[in-house]
C-alpha cells in the first residue's frame, strides 16, 4: 500500500512488530461501517462517481459478508484491518477500490472505527449494570427488614440491614452507569475527514459522514481528532471505577461464604470444589472479580503510559491503544455477569446475620442516644458510660440488654428500665429512619425508588 518509495521489502521484524491485524480485526464492522458512511458522501459529493461508489459499497457488503461467515484473514503483510479490507475490496471490485481512501487516512479512519468500538462497549457495559442493578434492588426488597451487623473496619459497628448493604451497591453502580454515559456523550463527536493531520483539500462533507455513523457532530481540530485518545481512557476510567466496586461486592461475598460468618451460601453455579478438600466450595467466581479489577485498572494504566508525552499529532504508539481496550471490556463484561448471577442466585443466611449482629455490643450507640434523648445528658458523656455498660457486660460475658437494671444504674442513675426497649437490634435499624438510613421503612423508600429509575414495575420484597 506505500511500497512506491521504497526500494526494499520489511525485514521479518518489521512486519511483526508493525502488524495490528492480530488484534485489530475486532473492528471489522466499525471499518466496514465508516467505510460506506465515506464512500456514501464521496458519491454524494461528486468526488468518486456515483457508479463508483455503488461499485464500492457492494464491494464492501461482500466484504462484511465473507468476515462474518470466515472470519477476517490475519496476514501481517497487511498490516492492520483498514489494509487487509481494502485489499480484498481490490481482488473482489478491482480498481474503483483504489478511489475509497480518496479524502482519507488511516488516522483519521482507525480514530474513528474505534471510537464506534468503544462507544458501542459503553452502551454494552450500561445494559450489564442495568441488570445488576435489577437484581441489586430484588434482593434489597426481599431484605429490607432482614438485620446483619454493619461494620467499620471490619468490626461490629451498628446493626444495619441488608437490604441497606445491597443498596449501597446500587448506588455505586448507578454513579458508574452515569460515568459511562458520559464518556458517551463526550466522545459522540466524529474524526472522519481529518484525514493523516490537516484536513483535506477535498470538498468533503463532514456532516454528513458524522450523522450516518450516529455522531452528533464533526470533531473541531484534525490534528486533535487523529491523536486523541481520551474516549478510549474516558471508558477505561470509568471500566477500572466499575471494577473497583465489583471487586469490593465480591470481597464481601467472599467474606461473608467463609465459614465463620457464614451469612450466604454462594450459588453452585458461580463456585468451585477443591480436588483434594471434598468438602470445600470456593468463590471462585468472585476471587476472579476481585482479581480482574487490577488487571482492569493495569489496562487504564498501560494506555495512559503510552499516550504520556506523544506529540501532535499520530504516532504509531497508538496502535498499542487497542488491546488494553479490549481486554477491560472483556473483562468488565464477565465480572458485571458473575456479579449479577451472584446476587441473584445467592441464598443470604437472615438467621445467621441477626445472630451475629446481636454479638459485639452493637446497639452500644443506642444506649448513648438513649441518653443523650430521654436523660438530657451530653453526647460524650453518654459514651463515656456506655462504655463503661459495655465493659461491665463484656467481663459478665452477657450483650448489653442482658444487664440487669440494677448493674446499669450503679453505672449512671439516670438510665430506666425504657432502656431496654432501645437496645434490642430491631430498634436500632429502626431508629436510624433520617434521610439514606438503615432503617426498614427507610429502605424501602430508595427501593421503591430505585425500582422506579430502573422502570420495574411495583414493589418488591
Ligand atoms: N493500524 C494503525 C493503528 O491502529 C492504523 C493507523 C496507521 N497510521 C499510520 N500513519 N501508520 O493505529
Redesign the pocket.
Known sequence: MWGGRFAAGPSAIMREINA?IPF?KALWRQDIAASKAHVAMLGAQGIVSAEDAQTIADGLDKVAAEYEANGVPENWDL??I?MTTESRLAELIGPAAGRLHTAR???D??ATDFRLWVREACEQADAGLQALQVALVTRAGEHAGSIMPGFTHLQTAQPVTLGHHLMAYYEMIRRDRSRFADARARMNECPLGSA?LAGTGFPIDRDATASALGFDKPTGNSLDAVSDRDFALDYLMAASQCALHLSRLAEEFIIWASQPFGFVTLPDSLSTGSSIMPQKKNPDAAELVRGHAGRIAGCLTSLMITMKGLPLA?S?D??D??PPVFEAAGLLALSIAAMTGMVAEARFRVERMRAAAELGYATATDLADWLVREAGVPFREAHHITGAAVKSAESAGIALDQLALDDLRAIDPRIDKRVYAALSVEASVAARASHGGTAPKEVRKRVAEARGALGLEGDAG
Do not use: C, F, L
Open positions: 495490528s485489530d498490516e492492520d483498514h487516512s488511516r488516522n479512519q482507525v493523516a499520530y504509531k497508538m496502535q491503544d487497542k
